[in-house]
C-alpha cells in the first residue's frame, strides 16, 4: 500500500515561513488533482490548496497571496510554500492526492505547523 510521506511542518514564529514537501512510499500511476488540507483543533478538516495535473491552482481566501502549491509530475511530490504565516494557520496539514489505475484517494499521516511568538 502506498503511503504519503510529509515533511516540513514545525514551530514559526508570525510572519515566519515554511515549506512543506509530499511524497509518495512507491509509484501511483495515473496522478490528477494533488492538494493540501489542514485541520485545526476542533475543527473540520479544509482545503488549503489544490493543483491539477495541467497546473492549474486553487486556494482557500484566507491563504491566496501567502501560499503557494507546486507539484513535480516527475517525481510526484507535491509542495506547499507558505509565507506571512499567522496564527491562525496552526494546524495539522495533510496531504492528499487522487490518482491510482483504480481511481483511489491518498492521504499523508499529517505534519504538524504551529505559528506562534
Known amino acids: 500500500q502506498v503511503q504519503l510521506v510529509e515533511s516540513g511542518g514545525g514551530l514559526v514564529q508570525p510572519g515566519g515561513s515554511l515549506r512543506l514537501s509530499c511524497a509518495p512510499s512507491?509509484?501511483?500511476?495515473?496522478?490528477?488533482?494533488m492538494g493540501w488540507y489542514r485541520q485545526a483543533p476542533g475543527k473540520q478538516r479544509e482545503l488549503v490548496a489544490q493543483i491539477t495535473s495541467g497546473g492549474s491552482t486553487s486556494y482557500q481566501l484566507s491563504v491566496k497571496g501567502r501560499f503557494t502549491i507546486s507539484r513535480d509530475n516527475a517525481k510526484n511530490t507535491v509542495d506547499l510554500q507558505m509565507n506571512s504565516l499567522k496564527p491562525e494557520d496552526t494546524a495539522v496539514y495533510y496531504c492528499?492526492?487522487?490518482?491510482?489505475?483504480?481511481?483511489?484517494?491518498?492521504w499523508g499521516q499529517g505534519t504538524q505547523v504551529t505559528v506562534s511568538s
Open positions: 512507491g509509484t501511483i500511476f495515473s496522478i490528477n488533482a
Open positions: 492528499n492526492v487522487h490518482g491510482g489505475v483504480i481511481p483511489t484517494e491518498f
